[in-house]
């Protein structure tokens, strides 16, 4: 009950401890000027209490504190006061910033009892009742894994937050990710904190969003006839949540910036209850009163422990489950949505984990587009889930997603975004990358300038884009020529590795897919470029599939008398002398020192080898530089190119016979290469 005036305070040294509780606004240093009736407002919002006001008007008028029956008589406890009390004044303007206007509630005892009664009785009236849960909020028990630590943030975002205005928290994260099931179970394992469990869907159409709300009438038992208009049972629903306090509406799928607008254009305005909206959307999208909190994969070992706990009902046995588990998971990227699939797949169909996964691997789109909401209890496709946040992307964005859908499944540093790609007039930049994100198709790294897109996002997109033969082939051509660009500089030289280290996979996994898909340009020079890059790092079983196929490509699209046959041929045969297989090495490396090969124009700067070809036993390191020697081992006033290769010449030499001293690898003759242009 609150007038224009502010009566007795308690001790400073009493209220000091409750400091902390105050608003911002109100100055947590000003504690000592607040009453006992003020105190109490604040507590009570504070704790997300029901606050009914009662404000007298001027027909109550306050005179002396009455004694005995005559105290009982409330209006006569009240006055009206010439002046606002200055600490009314502040409290009163805090009330009303947050849509507490006190003086709007009602000015006689009868209503205000009423009132009370309404706010402070159970749910379902007088006569009690069972606590309104919406049909949709349902528990999967011990199968919900790995994210208590999740629900508490959850627990923690949503009662810190100080005032009378309902909290607002978003779930946020990627498609699949598991935003629901995460906020209906936080719903259900904290019922008993909470008068009601609602559940409503956003959308970014206004009607959808409003009926949507409306029909929450049903779940409340409220009289409103469900033949009503949605606007007059939205306005049944938004009454209803005004005039009780603590429930829980949890508002699922905002995944666009319409969407979060119409749903906060009806429920900011609400009061003492908690919303959480799961959201696609990325944090810079919510408006600083509602805190975003990321939800990321599942752990390895929560992802296999979900496995093996959905399907010990129908699994088939077979030997190693847990391992065979943890193989599924990891291959699915620890996706909730794709691990609920995946279970329910091998239920319906009583498969072994092996059997999955060779049917994943063997027939990917048909696993893909599976859906039986009655299994999965999830109404779309792992295809599906995404396509709604595909169609909101820009063309640019959408067509960096294309471009990705051929990489590995590796973080990409977000420099590659300023290298340019053949036939555009500027490089791509961040902007697509940021609208990416925004959907949360992308993500970011805190530690590093990488992002990464997820496995089964890249196998969405990449079939989207295989249904366009000539697009599909155009973006794959624009991927190879953009790593093709970014691949240079001297791939021996360790200076250059951390810059070629983070495109090494995807331009390993690409260079593969353009093979199979008959582009020999580039591919066999990227090829050989990451070939060098293995070969320095000692990782021969990675370069050696590499050198053999740049090899064959550049015989196939140049013919075997080509100097750049020649390159390969010499690259291939120091690897193999790196490897001990002499016998194999010796062959290539007299081929490619052919006459044919030796005396034929010269090549482009990017076939120039990195290792020129070595007679079988080294010359003596004090022998001076014969011509033959120097035929092969060009200087600059040598027939090798003018332009500087984009790695070193680095010479290698056949291991000696058995019994005689390795000879120490020479330094290369040639000086540092500066990166040369661009090999389209």
Sequence with gaps: MIGTQAGTKPPAEAAEKYAKLLPPQLGQDSYAKWSYTQWEILFALHHKRPLIGFAPDGAFPRGPIATG?????????FRRAPSIDPSQAELLAYLKSHNLDLTKTPANISEFIIESLRALLPPGGATGGEQPIHPELHSIGELFTGRDGFLADIHTSLTQKPGAMTAISAVRGLGGIGKTRAAIEYALRHRDHYTALLFARASDNPDTAETNLADLTGVLRLPTAPTAAPKERLDAVLDWMTEHHGWLLILDNADTPAALRNAMSHLRALRNGHILITSRLSPAEFPQDIEPLGLGLLTPEDAKTYLLKATERFRRSEPNPDEQAEKLAAALDHLTLALVHAAAYINERQFTFARYFAAWESHHAAVLDWARDSVTGYPASLTQTWLTSVKELTPEARALLERLSFFANAPVPESLLEVPIQGAEKPQGLAPLLVLKR?????????????????IVRDVANRRLATDPDAYRLRLTESMSWLNAAFVGHAQDAFNWPRLDPIAPHAETLAETVDKAGIADPTSRLMSALETLFDAKAQHARAEPLSRRALAIAETSLGPDHPEVAAHLNNLATLLQAT??????????????TPSL?????????????????????????TPASPESRARHPTKNSRAPSVQPPWPSVLKTFLPSPGTQPPTRPRPNTPTAQAPPKTH
């Excluded at 029956?69 to 406890?77: E, F, I, K, N, S």
């Excluded at 001990?580 to 020192?593: G, I, K, S």
């Design 598 to 622: 030796t005396s034929a124009p010269s090549s482009p700067p990017w076939a120039a080898t990195r290792r020129k070809p070595s007679p079988p036993s080294p010359p003596p390191a004090a």
């Design 439 to 455: 959907f949360s198709l992308a993500s970011g790294d805190e530690t590093s300038e990488t992002f990464t897109i997820h496995r």
């Design 69 to 77: 029956a005559a105290r009982w008589r409330l209006p006569a406890l």
């Design 580 to 593: 001990n297989r002499l016998a194999e090495a010796e062959p290539l490396t007299r081929t490619a020192r």
